[in-house]
């Protein structure tokens, strides 16, 4: 079965929302590459309706722009924009990890060490690892720090950067021994905040997080 195809039982919004935005992630729409809701509604054989309410959402995301003109095109990074993304992930998941450091209970502490375990099985294995693998786990990584912050203001930032995180971890994984290094660095993470040394979690996650920025500056250039 095409991924992209669009399957009757599900509402139509949500089938074209999610395949917009994987065709998006998966480079088949590129990056400054314009689209049209008449040639999408063509494609998946649906109104212009759900199109345009698909549309809406990925441009809230940040995934699709659409100008002054009413034209829309595919989100395209900018140096600038990812060191405002980055900047913000910064001060937010830096003190995402000083409150959970503080504030999580032991099992959630567990949790979040469970999904350090279940990527460095997957980074020990003898085959290269599937990349969207473990992308989703360094995401839930992150994901369940900020969750255990207990903080809904700082959770709200951060779930409005959330679809352009994604986007800019599946360039920022690229490199060699790039996985490793992710890893490494969240163990060392987790690792202050199992010992409940919140200055140092927060410091070291504010440190991850500039490591990445300029990663991605380099691939960028």
């Known amino acids: 079965m095409n991924i992209y195809s669009v399957e009757k039982p599900m509402p139509y919004y949500d089938q074209l929302y999610n395949s917009i935005k994987q065709m998006i992630i998966e480079g088949v ?11 999408l509604a063509r494609e998946f054989n649906v109104s212009r309706s759900p199109v345009r309410e698909a549309v809406r959402a990925l441009e809230k995301e940040g ?3 659409i100008d002054e003109k009413s034209r829309i095109t595919v989100y395209k990074p900018t140096m600038k ?3 405002d993304i980055y900047q913000c992930r910064m001060v937010l998941e830096s003190l995402a ?14 949790e979040i060490e469970s999904t350090l375990s279940e990527t460095r099985k997957l980074l020990e294995q003898g085959e290269e690892p599937n990349k969207e693998t473990i992308i989703s786990l360094n995401s839930r990584f992150h994901d369940l720090i900020v969750q255990y912050s207990r903080n809904s203001r700082l959770q709200k930032q951060l779930q409005d950067l959330r679809s352009l995180t994604y986007y800019y971890m599946l360039i920022n994984i690229q490199g060699e021994n790039r996985k490793w290094d992710i890893f490494n660095e969240h163990q060392v993470i987790f690792d202050c905040m199992k010992q409940r040394d919140a200055e140092k979690a927060g410091s070291v996650m504010a440190n991850h997080i500039s490591n990445d920025l300029n990663h991605l500056k380099e691939l960028l250039k």
């Not at 990056?31 to 809701?37: A, M, Q």
């Not at 990890?97 to 567990?110: G, I």
């Open 29 to 39: 729409f590129q990056p400054g590459e314009r689209i049209y809701e008449a040639q």
């Open 97 to 110: 990890a000083k409150l959970t450091t503080t504030l999580a209970t032991n099992q959630e502490l567990s």
């Open 63 to 65: 995934l699709l722009i």
């Open 81 to 83: 924009d990812v060191e």
